[in-house]
């Protein structure tokens, strides 16, 4: 496969990268996050997290001072401000489904400590949301998909003295010019990723620190081939990491952080079954324990056996329910006995069965709730992360709750999604089902009692 002129420039920066701090600085503010960890994931929440890796790392490689304040931390979030107010340059916050809050008071305190200061977006919330977002955090440039190449062409626009006004030639960006929101042409996505840096992790005030990071979130792959109604996917395609290429990364970061334990964050881990088979094979050569994330559909007993073989611990399934009707609607190219063989087999293999499950998709009745807790409770599946349908920007869900009139002011409802969180069973119900909140509430508590009896026995 021929690369594309993006991959092509990725990869020559790669391999050799610009002088060190050869350009301005370069500040990430990562914000805070409300969110209660998912049981045996918590560590994702205070570790470095990838797509910031991969920023940050481009950004080194193009020459720039990069400096990482990571509020997460407990970092003070005045000193943050007033440091990348005082280095200039360009300071940039990723944004993700719960960050807007944080977002915005950062952009605004640094704009006001520094009104020269070059103010820069990405990430998954506003690529999903662009218009009213750009428009209420009024950034200079907003990278809209994937960031890597965006941002390289943005570095060099900026450092040549360019504007946002006269950027409207690099693609995959969102402008706000003369207060309308503009786009720029749509961005081709990476589809060889073995272009992309091993991201420098020791760019994370914490990893300084203490280089040691006993477990890591980390990908193989971007994107997925499901189209559910209730995900948000900003990647059209699937796009890889071969083997060869994931297995230098895993040499790296276990050698430098002496990781024994990846959560291996694939949408769909089991999407390429012979590549499977590699990836499985450089987790078992490096001693590494080790959980995946994927769908039910393409689950194959002797796989199983391998993947257990090889270092996997658990494997977290995206259940969301067991009532075929349900599935349906949710658009989840699912049935039912595809997920009861997929646990059932897994058990066998002697990995446990972690499951993502959804109280109040479309469609959702009393027996659809009951069928969704007496499978937990027959199988040996942990209900391992619950939580009511939260509509996402950028998906039917989301189209379907503004239709209904749940959602009428975008900035507002980004606001409590800042408050919601996962797993509580308080939580707000939005709620698309023709059921009342009671029996949803009660669902949700007992699939918590499951969770808890199943999590005594989870390592």
């Known amino acids: 496969m021929s690369r594309t002129v993006d991959e092509q420039k990725i990869a020559a920066l790669t391999t050799n990268p610009r002088p060190a701090n050869s350009r301005p600085a370069f500040t990430m503010i990562l914000p805070t996050s409300p969110q209660v960890g998912t049981p045996n994931r918590e560590f994702l929440l205070e570790t470095p997290t990838e797509g910031v890796s991969h920023i940050a790392t481009m950004a080194k490689l193009a020459g720039w001072n990069v400096k990482i304040r990571d509020l997460r931390m407990g970092e003070d979030f005045e000193d943050a401000c007033r440091d990348a107010a005082e280095r200039g340059g360009v300071v940039a916050t990723p944004t993700f489904i719960d960050s807007y809050p944080v977002n915005l008071v950062v952009l605004n305190r640094v704009r006001e400590l520094n009104p020269q200061i070059v103010t820069l977006i990405g990430g998954a919330l506003v690529s999903s949301l662009p218009e009213p977002l750009i428009t209420a955090l009024k950034p200079d440039y907003t990278v ?151 769908r039910v559909e393409r689950i194959k007993p002797e796989l199983l056996r ?95 709750a503004v239709e209904r009139g749940y959602i009428t002011d975008h900035i507002e409802y980004l606001q409590t999604l800042a ?25 949700f508590d007992e699939l918590l009692r499951i969770r808890q009896e199943r999590l005594k026995e989870f390592l």
């Open 306 to 400: 391998y993947m257990h073989e090889c270092g996997c611990r658990d494997i977290w399934y995206g259940v969301e329910s067991v009532d075929q009707t349900v599935l349906d609607l949710a658009d989840k190219a699912t049935k039912v006995e595809e997920i009861e063989y997929a646990v059932a087999e897994t058990v066998k293999a002697g990995i446990k069965v972690a499951a993502n499950l959804i109280v109040g998709l479309p469609g959702e009745s009393e027996e659809s709730l009951r069928k969704m807790m007496d499978f937990c409770w027959k199988s040996e599946v942990i209900p391992i992360s619950i939580k009511y349908l939260t509509p996402f920007p950028g998906t039917k869900i989301y189209d379907m």
């Open 419 to 443: 408050e919601r969180k996962v797993n509580d069973p308080n939580d707000a119900i939005i709620n698309l089902t023709d059921l009342p909140e009671a029996p949803l509430r009660a669902a």
């Open 144 to 294: 809209l998909g994937e960031g890597e190449a965006t941002l390289l062409e943005v570095l060099d626009h900026i450092e040549n003295g360019g504007n946002p006004a006269s950027a409207k030639d690099i693609a995959g960006l969102g402008l706000l010019l003369d207060g309308k929101v503009h786009f720029t042409a749509k961005r081709k996505q990476l589809m060889d990723l073995d272009v992309l840096p091993i991201p420098d992790l020791f760019l994370f005030p914490s990893v300084q620190k203490d280089p040691v990071i006993p477990e890591l979130g980390l990908t193989t792959s971007r994107g997925c081939y499901g189209r559910c109604s209730f995900c948000f996917l900003n990647m059209e395609k699937l796009s890889y990491k071969s083997p060869e290429r994931f297995e230098r990364e895993v040499k790296e970061l276990v050698e430098k952080h002496s990781i024994r334990y990846f959560y291996i964050n694939d949408l769909t881990f089991t999407s390429n079954l012979e590549r499977t088979y590699k990836i499985c094979d450089v987790l078992k050569k490096y001693g590494l324990t080790w959980t995946c994330s994927t």
